[in-house]
């Protein structure tokens, strides 16, 4: 058996949130000149007029078990000085395995949404944090750097689903290559793909991952990814709005980037086997 992703659909587990109780969060941000959301040159959407109070959460929060063993917590949570009415993604850690959690701090002025909170992290190779979020449609990168420390601006990530066709699933190969799969807009592609190679830690363009044979079709998110024993990576998707479910398999073994064929195979069960 190969190494595998599957439940929850992320490279990373959902959790309830730790020591329930009152909300410890770091002190506000000064307050930033009022003003329209703003639209950064990344791509991704600012509200740079909320000063950084967390109020409710939104969505389930995520958390990432680090190699050393420490655990980092991920969750939306909106702000009572937002003027757009959106959350914004908050962070804590622990400072060492199974100590206490750090209180809660904004990653950034960049707007989680609308319509869904979802956020996704993992580790990379360096022992730093790759944070994922969705931004009208689209997602939105973040990196905190291995020390800790202050997290990169948002970018666009330049993976873009059609609406109600799934977000973003993150795989991480037995070599430290980091895959990101969503399902695509493009004609000539039902589901796309980026690569971080470990030796620079630099995401690759997205790359095509193979069509459906069939015309009207489109694929959700992937439902499993694995690494088989020969290294090669197998992945199945449920049809957006359809309980029938697509396979495709890497053309070859060598692990790094994905070597794709041109067409996905539609699996007799929904469990692909």
């Not at 969505?59 to 969750?75: I, N």
Request: hydrophobic residues 35%; proline residues 9%.
């Amino acid at each position: 058996m190969g190494r595998s992703l599957t439940g929850s659909l992320r490279a990373v587990v959902a959790l309830a949130l730790a020591c329930a109780g009152a909300l410890t969060v770091a002190p506000p941000a000064p307050a930033a000149p009022p003003g329209p959301r703003a639209a950064a040159t990344s791509g991704c959407a600012m509200d740079n007029g909320a000063r950084g109070v967390a109020a409710g959460a939104s969505g389930d929060p995520v958390s990432v078990t680090r190699s050393d063993g420490r655990v980092d917590q991920f969750q939306a949570f909106y702000d009572s000085t937002a003027t757009q009415g959106l959350p914004f993604v908050w962070h804590r850690a622990q400072s060492e395995p199974g100590g206490a959690y750090g209180a809660w701090e904004r990653v950034s002025a960049g707007t989680v949404g609308p319509k869904a909170s979802f956020l996704t992290a993992t580790e990379n190779a360096a022992g730093g944090l790759e944070l994922f979020w969705l931004d009208h449609g689209g997602f939105c990168h973040s990196v905190q750097g291995p020390d800790g420390g202050a997290w990169s601006a948002p970018e666009g990530f330049g993976l873009a689903p059609f609406p109600y066709h799934g977000f973003l699933v993150l795989f991480t190969r037995a070599d430290g290559t980091l895959v990101a799969m969503a399902s695509s807009r493009s004609t000539q592609s039902s589901m796309e793909s980026r690569t971080q190679s470990p030796d620079d830690g630099i995401w690759q363009p997205p790359a095509p991952m193979g069509k459906v044979p069939e015309t009207d079709v489109g694929l959700s998110q992937p439902s499993t990814v694995t690494e088989l024993p020969d290294k090669r990576l197998k992945v199945t998707a449920r049809e957006w709005n359809r309980d029938r479910y697509w396979q495709i398999t890497e053309n070859a073994p060598g692990g790094g980037a994905p070597h794709w064929p041109d067409r996905w195979q539609l699996c007799a069960t929904s469990r692909c086997d």
